[in-house]
């Protein structure tokens, strides 16, 4: 199984959200999961990755080209995948993974997951989605996505397409539960 | 054709080359891999005969992508003399490995 985790960049974060990073690169490392993620070398990316390598795991970085001349990668991954762009960096990374795993994050890591919830609500992504609320640090997401549902921008069915957990644990858990099939959440997409 | 090499042929074919030979590290699942292949293809036509066009799927080469440290793909190495004369990393214009190929002719 492959899973791909979104995560941040930054370091200036609450320990807390280094905490789950590592706790999570632990857990799929020990789990026999190959991870994907962004190839950053620092904030949550480079935790998680750091934690995965030390933990006798394999990491696939994708990372666009300008990011890398940047010196932005994470150095010790197993694989990368430098891309010309961002747009390949995501499509790369879904083409890859079996399911998506989002740790707490900023713009890039919403952009993600967004579009991670897009796929899927299309079936073009098949598989779990899994959102780690970390200090609750999604709480304000998960409540717009709410009144998407009660504004009819979304139906109510659509909030099963991603799950929210509290810890990492709970994340390894969410991979292994059965998952709505491919048609179905297209036939419901058109609201 | 791209010529194949992997661990068993390497040395055979790029390190005794006595013509510049360009080796393209790439893998199945590697998207940016097969936006090249096609440069790739093109260069084993225009270049026949002058300089050998090779690609190595690190997957099937591990000691080959160890040796030479591959681990961001696509990578493409230009050789000469059996030792590495230029380097390319990620999709780039086909123009980036003609004058980098050019130079070693």
């Given at each position: 199984?492959?899973?791909?985790?979104f995560a941040s960049s930054s370091s200036r974060v609450n320990s807390e959200f280094g905490e789950a990073a590592e706790e999570l690169g632990s857990l799929l490392a020990k789990s026999g999961i190959h991870v994907v993620f962004g190839g950053g070398g620092i904030g949550l990316m480079g935790k998680l990755a750091d934690s995965v390598l030390r933990h006798g795991g394999k990491i696939t970085g994708v990372i666009p080209a300008f990011m890398k001349e940047e010196g932005w990668g994470h150095h010790g991954l197993t694989k990368v995948i430098?891309?010309?762009?961002?747009?390949?960096?995501?499509?790369?990374?879904?083409?890859?993974?079996?399911?998506?795993?989002?740790?707490?994050?900023?713009?890039?890591?919403?952009?993600?997951?967004?579009?991670?919830?897009?796929?899927k609500q299309l079936s073009l992504f098949i598989g779990p989605i899994i959102i780690i609320n970390t200090r609750g640090f999604y709480d304000s997401l998960i409540k717009f996505?709410?009144?998407?549902?009660?504004?009819?921008?979304?139906?109510?069915?659509?909030?099963?397409?991603?799950?929210?957990?509290?810890?990492?644990?709970?994340?390894?858990?969410?991979?292994?539960?059965?998952d709505m099939g491919n048609e179905e959440w297209r036939k419901i997409a058109r609201i | 054709m791209a010529l194949e090499v992997n661990d068993g042929n390497f040395d055979e074919i790029v390190i005794k080359s006595d013509k510049p030979v360009v080796v393209d590290f790439w893998a199945e699942w590697c998207g940016p891999c097969r936006m090249i292949a096609p440069i790739i293809e093109d260069l084993s036509k225009e270049y026949s005969g002058r300089a050998v066009i090779t690609?190595?799927?690190?997957?099937?080469?591990?000691?080959?992508?160890?040796?030479?440290?591959?681990?961001?793909?696509?990578?493409?190495?230009?050789?000469?003399?059996g030792k590495i004369a230029d380097k390319q990393v990620g999709v780039v214009p086909k123009h980036n490995f003609v004058n980098k190929l050019n130079a070693l002719l």
């Open positions: 199984m492959t899973v791909c985790v430098i891309t010309p762009d961002m747009g390949e960096r995501k499509k790369n990374m879904f083409r890859l993974s079996n399911a998506v795993i989002a740790l707490p994050g900023g713009i890039g890591t919403l952009e993600e997951l967004a579009e991670a919830i897009t796929l996505l709410d009144n998407m549902v009660a504004e009819s921008f979304l139906r109510s069915e659509h909030k099963g397409i991603w799950e929210v957990v509290s810890a990492p644990s709970e994340a390894l858990n969410a991979l292994n539960r059965k | 690609k190595c799927d690190v997957d099937n080469s591990p000691q080959v992508a160890a040796k030479f440290g591959i681990r961001n793909i696509p990578t493409v190495l230009f050789f000469r003399d």
